[in-house]
């Protein structure tokens, strides 16, 4: 085992200890809660050694990106799970229908015509988490909470299947309030999973009922200034962008 990999195990051990802490709570464990490790803006080399310490699921922001450093890792190791945690366009719904086994940023009515297509196409129905503007902030994308139960309806007649709910909470306030009202949500619409918390939330996110979180820093390590959204672009340096 290389000193990479074995960096990556004691971060990855850390995160699920910590994941299991709060599971308990809940009475359920950190099998239960699925780690979705964000490596958007890392290369194959970065991610190969949390490969190697174990973890399966990947969530990437970008088509194009995913394009460029997934297929050669997914021929490698062929279990691997990739979601998309980013918004996505209508013009690239065909490729992020053959990339990706679960799209997390279904966030609006206009999506729908261009996912049923390409899924129809591919003869693939990848599962999908609606997107959802628990903050009500303008500047973000995702679905408002009032407008939610006729975006699960019009994702049903297109034949979309819909895994639960995602969310992103306003950046430098407290998440719990929101959590909540997403898990209270999803109960009102009888959806079972909820993708919430990150790097900063996510042991609040389990405890308020999150089934899937998205963790990058805490995995990874802080990404390049550079890479970093700015603080205008509304969730801060960790949480902007729905990354970890």
């Not at 970008?62 to 394009?67: A, G, P, S």
């Not at 719904?93 to 591919?122: G, N, T, W, Y």
């Not at 995995?219 to 949480?239: C, D, H, N, V, Y």
Request: proline share 7%.
């Amino acid at each position: 085992m290389t000193t990479d990999t074995i960096e990556a195990a004691n971060r990855l051990g850390a995160v699920r200890d910590a994941m299991g802490r709060s599971a308990r709570l809940t009475e359920r464990t950190a099998d239960d809660i699925n780690l979705i490790a964000v490596s958007k803006t890392k290369a194959a080399d970065a991610i190969r050694p949390l490969i190697e310490a174990g973890q399966r699921g990947f969530g990437e922001n970008r088509v194009q990106e995913t394009q460029e450093k997934w297929p050669a890792l997914r021929e490698e190791f062929p279990d691997l799970t990739l979601h998309l945690v980013g918004q996505l366009q209508s013009n690239k719904a065909a490729e992020a229908v053959a990339l990706f086994d679960v799209i997390h940023s279904l966030d609006r009515p206009s999506l729908l015509p261009a996912l049923a297509k390409a899924m129809d196409a591919a003869d693939r129905r990848v599962p999908c988490f609606l997107q959802v503007n628990i903050g009500a902030e303008a500047q973000k994308g995702g679905c408002p909470i009032a407008e939610v139960p006729s975006l699960i309806r019009a994702a049903r007649d297109a034949d979309i299947p819909l895994l639960g709910l995602m969310c992103v909470p306003p950046a430098e306030v407290e998440p719990a309030p929101f959590f909540a009202l997403m898990a209270k949500v999803a109960r009102e619409e009888g959806l079972d999973r909820l993708s919430m918390g990150m790097s900063g939330d996510f042991e609040t996110a389990i405890m308020l009922g999150a089934t899937d979180i998205r963790v990058g820093t805490a995995l990874f390590g802080e990404r390049p200034a550079a890479a970093r959204p700015t603080p205008a672009s509304g969730r801060g340096m960790i949480r902007n962008s729905r990354a970890g």
